[in-house]
């Protein structure tokens, strides 16, 4: 029993199971941080509260508060400029960051907040052309994957020098088929077989693809005699 009532009155513990907001808003102001960011994690705090902590001095608060799917556009914005690296990340990562947050972010200098950026459903389709040309493979990688990649930018992607950006062109279903039909040629047998996996396969190129298989097939068949 008495093991229990310390859980109960713990702060802390407050933090991390309560669903009374306004318990929240006054425990946010505790002076211990692992009490303050439990509170910026929590789905129940209010984005009045989270605003709050978004100015906290401890950088894990600020990491919290830019996670939680209640934080505001307005506040994810202020924490987009956040000299913690980590904080840009999940501010880039953030289904509630507006697109012209997203587009500043997309010239973050670490490649990690460029990433989450590229792979964020809100980004732009111009500034995921702009993430096309990074110079990190997986940061074109998502953008390959993104849906609202351009077609123009995903013919673009499918000559990349990555096989696996490539795949992931393949994989996306705004890629027109003339691309599909350029990628069934691909020098990677992975890239021509994802090519034919592919629902907007025409059928010319499931057969060239398959009696390149078929050859390949015959020929381990031969050199294993």
Not at 6 to 33: C, G, H, M, Q, V
Not at 102 to 126: F, G, H, I, M
Not at 181 to 197: C, I, K, T
Request: net charge neutral; aromatic share 8%.
């Amino acid at each position: 029993m008495k093991n229990f009532l310390l859980r109960i009155f713990n702060p802390e513990y407050l933090a991390e199971t309560t669903t009374n907001p306004n318990l929240l808003d006054k425990l946010s102001k505790n002076k211990y941080f692992d009490v303050r960011y439990r509170v910026a994690e929590n789905p129940n705090t209010k984005p009045e509260t989270l605003d709050t902590l978004s100015q906290d001095k401890d950088y894990r608060v600020r990491l919290y508060v830019a996670q939680n799917p209640n934080t505001t556009p307005e506040t994810l914005d202020v924490l987009s400029r956040d000299k913690g690296c980590g904080v840009r990340l999940y501010v880039a990562r953030n289904l509630n960051t507006k697109p012209e947050t997203l587009d500043v972010l997309s010239q973050d200098e670490d490649y990690r907040v460029r990433w989450n950026v590229a792979r964020n459903l809100n980004t732009k389709p111009e500034t995921l052309d702009v993430l096309s040309r990074d110079e990190y493979s997986s940061v074109r990688r998502r953008v390959a994957e993104n849906p609202n990649t351009k077609p123009e930018t995903l013919d673009v992607l499918s000559q990349d020098k990555n096989s696996y950006v490539r795949c992931c062109v393949v994989a996306n279903s705004s890629t027109k088929p003339e691309t599909l039909d350029a990628l069934s040629r691909d020098a990677d047998s992975s890239v021509r077989y994802r090519v034919a996996e592919n629902p907007n396969c025409s059928e010319r190129a499931y057969k060239y693809i398959m009696g390149l298989k078929l050859l390949r097939d015959l020929q381990e068949a031969l050199e294993g005699r």
